[in-house]
């Protein structure tokens, strides 16, 4: 089992930055890497970024590339989502996943609030 906490959501103006932080403990050596996902009121879950634990490869939605960035800490198993250049329509709750073959593991959601 791997558990996953959340934590540095918030409410922001449009415009500006959060970073969110991922800790992850448990069995963490059998997951490949992490995700972030994001669902708003309304709408479905979806994909945000994804980092490797091994590479550090990442990858991104097309609505965050550029303004969104990805990393990791591998020996505090922590990963991060800095969100610069918010915008209202990113307002959702933000999950982070671990990944071993499929998103086996999910963290509780952290709210990100931007207002216009």
């Known amino acids: 089992q791997v558990q996953l906490v959340e934590s540095g959501g918030g409410l922001v103006q449009a415009g500006g930055s959060l970073r969110l932080s991922c800790a992850a403990s448990?069995?963490?050596?059998?997951?490949?890497?992490m995700g972030w996902f994001r669902q708003a009121p309304g709408k479905e879950r979806e994909f945000v970024a994804v980092?490797?634990?091994?590479?550090?490869?990442?990858r991104y939605a097309d609505s965050v590339k550029g303004r969104f960035t990805i990393s990791r800490d591998n020996a505090k198993n922590t990963v991060y989502l800095q969100m610069n250049t918010l915008k209202p329509e990113d307002t959702a709750v933000y999950y982070c996943?671990?990944?071993?073959?499929?998103?086996?593991?999910w963290g509780q959601g952290t709210q990100v609030t931007v207002s216009s």
């Open positions: 996943a671990a990944k071993r073959i499929s998103y086996d593991y």
């Open positions: 448990g069995r963490t050596s059998s997951t490949t890497g």
């Open positions: 980092i490797t634990w091994r590479g550090g490869n990442t």
